[in-house]
């Protein structure tokens, strides 16, 4: 293997490489009938919250085409395939009667993938909480550590004869602090304690499931998906910040999940905030993991707020931060474009955590492109979405090199499959590689799905 992030040289990947792509159950499924309502129906429906009033009632009608997509991901020649499932979908109230409408729909999908040797790797929890225990305080009450543990033993049951390998939750980050302490996601909370609860009880139902799932089907093949990145600040910003962010952004998760504690310069920082973790729950959390899940698309820069900065910072412990933009190329969405800290990212998670770190897959990693220059379709019906490839080509060789380092990388799954609703941005962010014309639900493989079948097919970089 030849690394070297940015050099237009071939890269083979190791014998055995997993290449498959990603979706969540909200961002494209569609077909409300049955599900019960999840806490981003409702905050779709708040005046302001998703650009153009957005919502999630047909997404990319997933569930109506799942037969169609899964041959295209097989067309796309795809090993394996990231999903979550919609908990309000097999459990309308969160807890208490599954559905036996929305169990069958998932059976159909397991069953269509695996018909097409497609491994279906289901993620039990990506933001999509039914409202009906939103309404009972969601992840803010400890309580919520049983129900979730109980939704992740009926999985295990009812589909762990052939679906193998499970994440728990999908960026917990997310759903506790840009949930509960910016609001800029469902539910759209400003509540610095309430963000805190949230982090740590995801984390303690994430221990308590795996116990649960293991006692029910012990050979399954668990993990969880975070989303860790190198923190930088510039000098208008207490250097200390850059600690405290990179310690609830990354080494809160990571040291509970893989080491069974939590930091304690963190929990110093967070002091009376933290009084939601109790004797013990450090031990829960710390199961054993078959595999860890990376999603990176950027480095995270930071500055100082002024009383310009709108909103309010999702980082509790560095309230004052603000994220600084930085000259360098960027995505559409705004994000730079930095491959060599995704690099060093992977290589830091290999010194920091030694033997302790399990085998780990790049569960996401993409770029959102829709403008200038236009990526629709051409007159031939061809998407060019060249800067895409650009970006999964240096971001693929940031792995090969983070590898080449000794980092145990088994896998790469592609954000997104295909365009879909981007939670507070709607469906005006494009991430897939797949084009979706929302009009008429045609799927159009955009130039960078063809690249990536050809990578998949060869397990290499092109030079
Ligand atoms: O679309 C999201 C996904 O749901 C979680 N990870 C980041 C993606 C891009 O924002």
């Not at 429906?45 to 295209?72: E, F, N, Q, S």
């Not at 905030?273 to 729950?281: E, I, P, R, W, Y």
């Not at 790469?412 to 469906?427: I, Q």
């Amino acid at each position: 293997m030849t690394p070297a992030t940015g050099v237009a040289s071939t890269v083979r990947f190791p014998a055995g490489f997993t290449w498959g792509a990603a979706t969540a159950s909200f961002q494209i499924e569609g077909d409300r009938a049955g599900r019960g309502d999840c806490v981003w129906d409702t905050f779709c429906r708040r005046p302001g919250a998703v650009v153009h009033g957005d919502h999630g009632d047909v997404a990319c009608d997933h569930l109506r085409l799942m037969a169609d997509d899964v041959k295209m991901m097989a067309d796309l020649g795809l090993q394996a395939y990231r999903l979550s499932i919609s908990w309000p979908r097999v459990l309308p109230q969160g807890t208490g009667a599954a559905s036996p409408s929305g169990l069958a729909q998932y059976h159909r999908l397991f069953e269509l993938l695996l018909e097409h040797d497609i491994e279906p790797v289901p993620t039990l929890f990506h933001w999509d909480l039914p409202q009906a225990l939103e309404d009972r305080g969601g992840f803010r009450q400890r309580e919520s550590a049983w129900w979730f543990a109980d939704y992740a033993a009926l999985m295990a049951e009812e589909y762990g004869d052939t679906v193998d390998r499970w994440a728990t939750f999908n960026e917990p980050w997310c759903y506790a602090y840009l949930g509960h302490a910016s609001g800029e996601h469902a539910p759209g909370l400003r509540d610095r304690a309430a963000a805190v609860a949230v982090a740590h009880h995801e984390l303690l139902a994430h221990g308590h499931a795996l116990q649960a799932m293991r006692s029910v089907r012990p050979n399954l093949s668990l993990g969880i998906v975070i989303n860790p990145s190198p923190v930088h600040v510039d000098d208008t910003v207490d250097p200390d910040v850059e600690r405290r962010i990179d310690g609830t952004l990354n080494r809160w998760w990571l040291d509970a999940a893989l080491l069974g504690r939590y930091p304690l310069d963190v929990l110093d920082d967070l002091g009376p905030l933290a009084t939601c973790v109790q004797d013990g729950d450090e031990g829960t959390i710390g199961q054993e993991l078959d595999w860890l899940g990376i999603n990176y698309y950027n480095d995270h820069f930071y500055t100082a707020r002024t009383a310009t900065t709108p909103g309010v910072s999702p980082h509790v412990t560095a309230p004052g931060s603000a994220p600084l933009v930085v000259d360098r190329p960027q995505t559409d969405i705004g994000w730079p474009i930095t491959p060599q800290g995704f690099e060093a990212l992977l290589v830091r998670l290999q010194r920091d955590y030694g033997d302790a770190l399990p085998p780990v897959y790049v569960t996401e990693n993409g770029a959102a492109y829709q403008s200038a220059p236009a990526e629709v379709p051409d007159a031939d019906g061809v998407v060019h979405d060249e800067r895409r490839i650009r970006y999964y080509d240096a971001h693929l060789r940031a792995v090969a090199a983070a590898i080449e380092q000794g980092v145990d990388v088994r896998g790469y799954f592609a954000w997104s499959l295909m365009d879909n609703f981007e939670w507070a941005w709607g469906y005006s962010q494009r991430f897939g590689l797949v084009y979706v014309d929302y009009a008429t639900q045609q799927r159009i493989p955009k130039a960078s799905a063809h690249w990536y079948a050809q990578v998949a097919r060869t397990n290499q970089l092109p030079g």
